[in-house]
C-alpha cells in the first residue's frame, strides 16, 4: 500500500511555477529522498503534504487521507520537521517536548519507546534553553519532538542543512531505527552524497521531477564513460576538454573535472594524450562510475 | 516595572496647568496704579517677573529671544486715564509659538488684570476687544476640586498604557511566531483555531489585569488618588476592553509577516487612537469628524469610563453606553480576526 499519493500536484507563486504536475509515491515503511537544488520546489510540496497551504491542482493522499479534506486527520498521524528550527528558544529542551506531547493530548511517558534513542543523547541538556543548543541537537530535538505523537508518516524538510558531516551522519542512522519501526519517511535534502542513503530517490528541478527511482537504479541508467580529470589550471582544462571533438559533457566536480564522452571507446590515455597536446602540465585522467550528483547534471542537461 | 516608570514619568509631563510664565513689564506710567497691577501680576503663582524696562522694542527683543513669554505693556498717562475715565488701554502680547502656553498666559493676565479693574471701577481692553463685565461669574470644579491636573491625566494615562501594552504584545506575539517558524509547527498540530486564540488571548489578558492593578496601586499610594467607583466595575470594564484591542493585536498580526511591519500598522493605530482618546483634549472640542472616528475608538471609551469611575465615582448604569461600545468593537474585531486567521496558508 502506498503511504504517499501524488497524482499531478500544480502550484504557482505568481507567475512562478513551484509545482508543475509532480506525480510521486511512497510506499508504507520507505525512507523517500526528495532532492534538488534550493528552489527545486521541495519545501513547497512539503507544505502542500502537511496541509500547511493548497496546491493549485491536482490531489495528494497521506494514508488514504485527502490533504484537503481530511487535513484534521492528517495533522494526527504525520510528524513535520521544517527546514529551519522552529522550536520554541526559549523553553527548554524538556519544556519543548512535553509542549508538543501535549499539544497532541499525549505524554512523553506514553510515547517514551519510540523517542528514546535520541531522546538519551540530548536528555543531558533537558534542563537548556532550546536556543543554546548546538546545530545538531537541535535537530535531534526538533525530531524528537515531531515524533513524540508517535506518527505513522514523518516529514523531514532539509534536516541536515547546516549540520555538522558527523551529526548528519548520526542523523541517518536514526532515521535508518525509525524505519524498522514502520514509520514511513519523506526526507528532503540538497546534499547529493545522502541520496544513497535513501531506499528510494526523486531528483526534483526546478518545481518538475526528473526521475524516480532506487539510486543505484538512477547512476546505473548513466550509459555514458565517465571521467574524472585532474590539472594545475582548471578554468583553462576545462575549456580546453570542451573543445575536444569527443566530449559529451564537462564540468567542475570539487577538485577535478568530470568529463561524459561519446563513445563507449574513448579512453584515458586518448584525453591525457589530447591534454598533452594543448600543454596542460600534471594530468591525471581516471574512469569513474557516474554518482548521483553525475546523473543529476545529465538530467538537468537533457530537461533544459 | 517599565510602566510605573511611565506612570510617574507621563503624568508630571503632561501636565497643563501653566506655572511659572516668564513675563516682560513695559511700565512708562510709573505710577502707583502701574506698580499695583506688576503686584498683582507677581503675587500670582503663574508669572515670573524676568524683564522689566520702559522701552517696548527692548521687551519685544526679549520676547523675540525667548527670554519672556508674555509682555504686558502699561502705557504713559495710564493712571491719569484711569481717573479722567479716559478709557485706559494696556496691551498684553504674548509668544504664541507654544499655542497652550499662549492660551493660558493671556487668559490669566486677563483674569488677573480684569479683577483688578474691577476694583477699580474701569474696563479693560483684551487686544482688539473690549469685554464689559457687568456680570460676575465664578466658577467652581466638581469632581476635581482643586482643579489638580494630575487628577485627570492619572486614570486616562492609565488607560492608554493598559492599550499600548496589550496592542503590542499581542500584535508582535504571533507574528513573532511567523518569524521564527513555530507557528508552521503549532499549524500541523491538531489544535483547533479556537484553542489557539484563547491559548494566545488569556495570558495577555493576565497581564493587562495586572498592569491594572500596578497602575492602581501607583495612583493611591503615590498620588492619593482615591477612587471613588466601584474597583470590580474598573476591572470588569478593562478585562472587556483588553479582549478587544487584544483582538486588534492579534488581526494586526495576522495581516503582517513580519515584526517591524507589525509594529509600524499597530503605530499607526495606536498615534490615532491616543490623541483622539481624548486624554490630552476634550474630545467635544474636537472637529465632528474626529469625533466621528471615535466611534470605533476603544480607547476614548476606556478613558472616559475609567474617568467616570475613578474620578466621579460612575456606576455600571452610568457608563451602560461605553462599555456597550466596547462590548460591540471587541465582538466585532475579534469575529474579523477568527475569520483572517488561517491554519492553512
Redesign the interface.
Known amino acids: 500500500m502506498n503511504s504517499i499519493e501524488i497524482n499531478n500536484i500544480s502550484k504557482s507563486f505568481g507567475s512562478k511555477k513551484a509545482l508543475q504536475t509532480i506525480n510521486l509515491n511512497v510506499e508504507a515503511g520507505e525512507v523517500f529522498g526528495l532532492i534538488g537544488a534550493d528552489g527545486a520546489g521541495k519545501s513547497t510540496l512539503f507544505?502542500i503534504l502537511?496541509?500547511?497551504?493548497?496546491s493549485d491542482s491536482g490531489t495528494a493522499r497521506i494514508e488514504g487521507l485527502d490533504v484537503e479534506k481530511d487535513?484534521?486527520k492528517i495533522?494526527?498521524i504525520?510528524g513535520?520537521m521544517?527546514g529551519?528550527?522552529?522550536?520554541?528558544?526559549d523553553l527548554t529542551v524538556y519544556e519543548n517536548l512535553d509542549f508538543?506531547a501535549s499539544?497532541?493530548?499525549g505524554t512523553i511517558e506514553d510515547n517514551y519507546e519510540l523517542i528514546k534513542d535520541i531522546w538519551v543523547q540530548i536528555e543531558p541538556f533537558k534542563d537548556r534553553p532550546a536556543g543554546k543548543l548546538s546545530g545538531g541537537m537541535k535537530q535531534k530535538l526538533a525530531l524528537c519532538?515531531a515524533l513524540v505523537h508517535q506518527p505513522r508518516v514523518l516529514f523531514l524538510d532539509e534536516p541536515t542543512t547546516g549540520v555538522d558531516p558527523v551529526s548528519r551522519n548520526e542523523f541517518w542512522n536514526m532515521l535508518k531505527n525509525l524505519k524498522r519501526k514502520g514509520i514511513t519517511i519523506l526526507v528532503s535534502t540538497p546534499y547529493m552524497d545522502e541520496a544513497i542513503l535513501c531506499e528510494r530517490i526523486a531528483l526534483m528541478q526546478e518545481g518538475k521531477i526528473m526521475a524516480i527511482d532506487t539510486p543505484s537504479n538512477i547512476t546505473k541508467a548513466f550509459n555514458k564513460p565517465l571521467f574524472s580529470v585532474k590539472s594545475t589550471h582548471q578554468r583553462k582544462l576545462i575549456n580546453t576538454l570542451r573543445r575536444f571533438d569527443q566530449a559529451y559533457s564537462c564540468y567542475f566536480f570539487g577538485q577535478s573535472v568530470h568529463l561524459a564522452a561519446k563513445n563507449e571507446s574513448v579512453s584515458a590515455k586518448e584525453i591525457s594524450d589530447y591534454l598533452n597536446e594543448n600543454g596542460h602540465p600534471e594530468i591525471q585522467v581516471a574512469k569513474i562510475s557516474a554518482g548521483i550528483e553525475d546523473c543529476f547534471i545529465e538530467l538537468m542537461r537533457k530537461t533544459a | 516595572m517599565l510602566p510605573v516608570v511611565e506612570l510617574i514619568v507621563l503624568v508630571y509631563a503632561a501636565n497643563n496647568d501653566m506655572k511659572n510664565i516668564s513675563l516682560g513689564i513695559v511700565d512708562r506710567d510709573h505710577t502707583t496704579t502701574s506698580q499695583m497691577i506688576v503686584n498683582r501680576l507677581t503675587a500670582s503663582n503663574y508669572f515670573i517677573l524676568n524683564d522689566f524696562t520702559t522701552s517696548a522694542k527692548e521687551a519685544f527683543q526679549n520676547l523675540e529671544s525667548g527670554k519672556t513669554d508674555i509682555i504686558i505693556e502699561i502705557p504713559e498717562a495710564f493712571e491719569k486715564d484711569i481717573y479722567n475715565n479716559n478709557h485706559p488701554r494696556m496691551a498684553i502680547t504674548v509668544n504664541a509659538i507654544n499655542g497652550t502656553i499662549a492660551g493660558l498666559a493671556s487668559s490669566y493676565a486677563g483674569n488677573i488684570l480684569s479683577g483688578y479693574a474691577a476694583e477699580l471701577g474701569v474696563t479693560l481692553a483684551q487686544g482688539e476687544t473690549i469685554t464689559q463685565r457687568s456680570i460676575k461669574i465664578t466658577s467652581s470644579n466638581w469632581f476635581n476640586p482643586n482643579l489638580d491636573y494630575k487628577s485627570l491625566m492619572l486614570p486616562g494615562v492609565l488607560a492608554i498604557l493598559i492599550t499600548i501594552m496589550s496592542i503590542m504584545l499581542s500584535a508582535l506575539n504571533i507574528v513573532r511566531e511567523k518569524e521564527?517558524?513555530?507557528i508552521?509547527?503549532?499549524?500541523?498540530?491538531?489544535?483547533s483555531k479556537l484553542q489557539f486564540i484563547i491559548g494566545k488571548l488569556f495570558p495577555f489578558l493576565i497581564v493587562g489585569i495586572f498592569q491594572l492593578t500596578l497602575g492602581l496601586l501607583v495612583s493611591v499610594f503615590l498620588y492619593n488618588l482615591g477612587i471613588q467607583g466601584s474597583i470590580l466595575l474598573l476591572y470588569g470594564v478593562v478585562s472587556v476592553y483588553l479582549l478587544a484591542v487584544l483582538g486588534i493585536g492579534f488581526l494586526i498580526s495576522t495581516v503582517s509577516d513580519n515584526q517591524v511591519q507589525a509594529m509600524f500598522i499597530t503605530l499607526f493605530f495606536m498615534i490615532i487612537f491616543v490623541l483622539l482618546s481624548g486624554l490630552f483634549t476634550s474630545t467635544d472640542s474636537m472637529p465632528v469628524w474626529a469625533q466621528k472616528i471615535n466611534i470605533i475608538n476603544p480607547t476614548a471609551y476606556l478613558v472616559d469610563i475609567i474617568r467616570r469611575v475613578v474620578l466621579k465615582g460612575a456606576t455600571f448604569a452610568d457608563i451602560k453606553s461605553q462599555f456597550t461600545a466596547i462590548v460591540i468593537l471587541g465582538v466585532c474585531v475579534n469575529s474579523l480576526m477568527f475569520w483572517r486567521y488561517k491554519k492553512?496558508?
Do not use: A
Open positions: 507544505d502537511v496541509t500547511l497551504s493548497k487535513y484534521k495533522r494526527k504525520v513535520y521544517p529551519r528550527f522552529s522550536l520554541y528558544m508538543f499539544i497532541f493530548g519532538c | 521564527m517558524g513555530t508552521e509547527q503549532l499549524n500541523v498540530t491538531p489544535i492553512i496558508s
